[in-house]
């Protein structure tokens, strides 16, 4: 199986902050990278696929990038609604597998 | 836009047998444009992606579970199921059901449900 390694697993920020999440693949999986939030209490909710397609009604300062083994997730300025965890997901073969999730808190 | 929601008892014993159904609204499972799939969430393993459907009841297993799980599907109350066999504590988790973009993308999520195993 694909190991998927995000770092940091956890993050302090403040509304108004741009932050940056990192996933790794333990081989390349191309462009077959997707990014999810969850807040408690929430439905898990898909953000970003195939690396940096953003998904119908995210808002755009959600955006992603990478290829191969290292990719990143960039929210450009942190609004309340965002702190949640945040996994990244690789579909480059079976079975699919994610990341351990990042935290990310209000500092 | 398509909902989905799990459903079943929330314990279940040892060496038992989980049980759980995902209701589908706001969209058919036979429409064809869709995997359906279950995924849970363990504290020691994380996401862990189980298998999916198609409404044909084609499935595809995780191989790590392959010898445990059945999933099949009821398109006449637009339902999917899961079985998981010879559970033990390692199996408590929340198990979520998802629509699967054709094996990339996972969307929309249901709410998630709580199975706990324990005797």
């Known amino acids: 199986d694909i190991q998927m390694t995000q770092s940091p697993s956890s993050l302090s920020a403040s509304v108004g902050d741009r932050v940056t999440i990192t996933c790794r693949a333990s081989q390349s999986i191309s462009k077959y990278l997707t990014w999810y939030q969850h807040t408690p209490g929430k439905a898990p909710r898909l953000l970003i696929y195939?690396?940096?397609i953003l998904r119908s009604g995210v808002p755009s300062r959600f955006s992603g990038s990478g290829s191969g083994t290292d990719f990143t997730l960039t929210i450009s300025s942190l609004q309340p609604e965002d702190f949640a965890t945040y996994y990244c997901q690789q579909s480059y073969s079976s079975p699919r597998t994610f990341g351990q999730g990042t935290r990310l808190e209000v500092k | 836009q398509v909902q989905l929601h799990e459903s079943g008892p929330g314990l279940a014993k040892p060496s038992q047998t989980l049980s759980l159904t995902c209701n589908v609204s706001g969209g058919s499972i036979s429409g064809g444009d869709y995997y359906w799939s279950w995924i849970r969430q363990t504290p020691g393993k994380g996401l862990e992606w189980i298998g999916y459907i198609y409404f044909t009841g084609t499935t595809f297993y995780n191989p790590s579970l392959k010898s445990r799980v059945s999933i099949s599907v009821d398109t006449s109350k637009n339902q999917f199921s899961l079985k998981l066999s010879s559970v033990s504590v390692a199996d408590t988790a929340v198990y979520f059901c998802v629509r699967d973009g054709n094996g990339h993308w996972f969307d929309p999520w249901g709410q998630g449900i709580l199975v706990t195993v324990s005797s």
């Open positions: 195939t690396t940096s």
